[in-house]
């Protein structure tokens, strides 16, 4: 039987992990020597190869599992597309400046962040247990830090509401809590000005000439959905589809100062599902239906709270909490990816968006908040952008980003029918005559009947926009009743938009997987699943003598054979130490040659979190090996197969 691990006997130390995080190489800061920029990272190589892994699965769980077309669309885009998607106006947040220094702050950061504090504050002087604080948090939030002073209750509910309710202010809302809280910046201590929004796309120039603005974009999604009509085609004209495109985005964050959950580049993994308006029903919804979930919906937060209720997605569509079959679909499809990778269940909420927080278009929106040392962070966002999109890009171009179906049935329906006699309508009203029959033509039914009743009288009147008056005669128009047979069915599809943030996902997950040994809290362990892990297999010659090269080498050779992706530590430290080194990187398993292996050809596989070691010959060790790290059984499993090993090589 495999042995127990207590990966709870220490509290979870950020610092700690920031400091392996940055030892190892999983990432750093971007033009450290030239002092780096605030929101921008180089992933290093064990870092490369999670997201690169974790990027696998994603393609695996989605593009593949679902038959998505994949897409790779530019990053630079030309203004225009910006300007009609809404982006030029409104991809902004809302920023104050510290009216001493000048200072900029995220204003929406800055009410979160004094408020919390206060609250802890408040904590502390009822002498309740607050979370501990590490060396870390302290230094980086010693501006935030609050005294500890015992406010009123009135004043922590209404924090706390304020708190709960914090996505759905607007900007001068936001300047107004600053105002009526005295809401200052943590660091100075000086007061903030009026909130100012600050459009977050890069602007940049397309050519020599400077005539052609284009922005980085900050999303993938406008590339799909420019492309609609050929992803279509590509789809035999069937929907519903979904477009997917894994790529980099850019923002320029007003204060980016959370490591990678916040930066100003970063890499997305955005789906696009196109679906009939009129029938949001999913064929494989009966999959997911029983997956339990933690929601936090809408009007739990509009009335001050962040309670959170545990619902199937089947209940959940049913009464009516979230919109429809397909958008519950996507909400389960991504839980179940987030936890194939590691992600702590218990630690992973879907919050619905409020009222004001929400798109104006979108129908309904769910963010997948992962619960890390600095709160719970959005790290995918799930939202039905109802025919928004592709409705501006139509009207827009006048390239229509449609859905042409044939019907089985022609629908044949009577309504009336404007007839126009075009040489009287030309002659009577000149240039205003494409005006007038634009008029006529977009009314509805029954104003097209009063037209009809005043033309039987002899004449109809019309009128502008801009308040001006026609009249019509029956020498230039006539109503007729006609019926019409309609044989295509044309409609603009509605959207549900996935969209991952990678570096959020990859950031938390390390999180989650973070702990130290019991004996000895400085031996930190990454207990990132076989899936994603850097490495799968670390093999272990029990020192560089040249006796040990052709096991080492047929080894790796096999296991390269087998698809399974390792690597040879050989340097000249203790077997301990570089196991030590290798759980710090997540590597699951280890192989340990030594001199019974040259003698008896057996091999010890060694597994991360228990350190437990069995035996077995190494061709066993390699297949059970392999088929742990293809998740097709588990170490109690592999317990059954290999005995355990007691050597003297253990590492401890
Ligand atoms: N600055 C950023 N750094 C890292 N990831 C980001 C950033 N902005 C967005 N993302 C990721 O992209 C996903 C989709 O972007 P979306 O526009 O929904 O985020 P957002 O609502 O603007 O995020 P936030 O409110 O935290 O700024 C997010 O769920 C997140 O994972």
């Avoid at 929106?365 to 409705?391: F, K």
């Amino acid at each position: 039987m495999p042995s127990t691990v207590n990966k709870t006997a220490h509290a979870f130390d950020k610092v700690r992990l920031d400091a392996l995080l940055n030892r190892r190489f999983f990432y750093a800061p971007a033009f450290e020597i030239y002092g780096g920029v605030a929101g921008l990272y180089d992933y290093g190589p064990p870092g490369s190869s999670l997201q690169a892994n974790i990027i696998a699965e994603w393609r695996k769980h989605f593009i593949i599992e679902e038959h998505m077309l994949e897409l790779d669309t530019t990053i630079m885009t030309p203004a225009p597309v910006f300007e009609t998607s809404g982006h030029v106006a409104r991809f902004a947040d809302w920023m104050v400046k510290d009216t001493k220094t000048g200072d900029v702050l995220r204003a929406d950061h800055l009410v979160k962040n004094v408020l919390e504090a206060r609250l802890a504050g408040d904590k502390e002087a009822r002498g309740l247990a607050a979370a501990p604080v590490t060396d870390d948090k302290k230094k980086k939030k010693k501006g935030a830090k609050a005294a500890a002073v015992q406010l009123s209750d009135e004043v922590v509910k209404e924090y706390e509401t304020i708190l709960a309710q914090l996505d759905n202010f607007s900007g001068p809302e936001l300047g107004e809590l600053c105002r009526k809280h005295k809401l200052t910046n943590p660091d100075t201590g000086n007061e903030v000005g009026e909130p100012q929004q600050f459009n977050l796309m890069f602007l940049s120039s397309i050519g020599p000439t400077g005539q052609h603005p284009g922005y980085l974009r900050p999303e993938t999604a406008q590339g799909h959905f420019l492309n609609f009509s050929r992803l279509l085609e590509f789809n035999n004209g069937k929907v519903p589809f979904a477009s997917a495109q894994i790529g980099r985005s850019f923002r320029n964050e007003i204060s980016p100062r959370a490591g990678l959950l916040r930066v100003r580049e970063f890499t997305m993994a955005e789906i696009e599902h196109y679906v009939d308006p009129e029938d949001k029903r999913h064929e494989r919804f009966h999959e997911v239906r029983d997956v339990v979930l933690i929601l936090l919906d809408r009007h739990v937060q509009e009335a001050g709270s962040s309670t959170t209720t545990r619902l199937t997605v089947g209940e959940a569509v049913k009464k009516g909490v979230i919109a429809n079959e397909t958008l519950g679909y996507f909400i389960a499809r991504i839980y179940l990816f987030l936890l194939k990778i590691g992600i702590n269940p218990e630690r992973l909420r879907f919050r619905q968006h409020m009222g004001n927080e929400m798109a104006h278009y979108a129908t309904d929106c769910w963010d997948a908040e992962i619960h890390n040392a600095t709160g719970w962070t959005e790290c995918v966002g799930c939202a039905d952008r109802a025919a928004y999109d592709l409705s501006v890009h139509t009207a827009k171009t006048g390239h229509p980003l449609v859905v042409r179906q044939a019907l089985k049935e022609p629908i044949i329906t009577e309504k009336e029918v404007s007839e126009w006699n075009k040489k009287n309508l030309g002659k009577t009203f000149k240039q205003d005559a494409a005006l007038i029959q634009s008029l006529v033509e977009s009314m509805d039914e029954p104003e097209l009947l009063r037209i009809k009743g005043e033309l039987a009288q002899g004449a109809a009147i019309i009128k502008s926009e801009d308040g001006r008056e026609f009249q019509l005669t029956p020498d230039v128009l006539t109503v007729e009743r006609k019926t019409i047979k309609q044989s295509i069915r044309e409609y603009t599809p509605n959207v549900i938009e996935p969209s991952f943030g990678l570096g959020r996902i990859l950031y938390t997950l390390l999180e989650h997987s973070f702990w130290s040994r019991e004996q000895d809290v400085e031996r930190g362990v990454l207990s990132l699943p076989p899936l994603v892990a850097p490495t799968k297999v670390l093999i272990v010659p029990l020192s560089a003598r040249d006796e040990f090269n052709p096991l080492v080498q047929e080894v790796s050779s096999k296991l390269r054979k087998a698809g399974v992706f390792s690597r040879v530590d050989d340097s000249n430290t203790s077997i301990g130490k570089r196991y030590a080194r290798n759980d710090e990187l997540g590597t699951p398993f280890g192989l340990t040659l030594d001199f019974a292996s040259v003698q008896n050809r057996t091999m010890t596989l060694r597994e991360r979190d228990t350190m437990d070691q069995r035996i077995g010959s190494i061709d066993d060790v390699i297949t059970t090996v392999t088929e742990l790290v293809f998740g097709n059984i588990d170490w109690a499993q592999a317990c059954t197969r290999l005995p355990a090993y007691d050597g003297v090589q253990a590492i401890d």
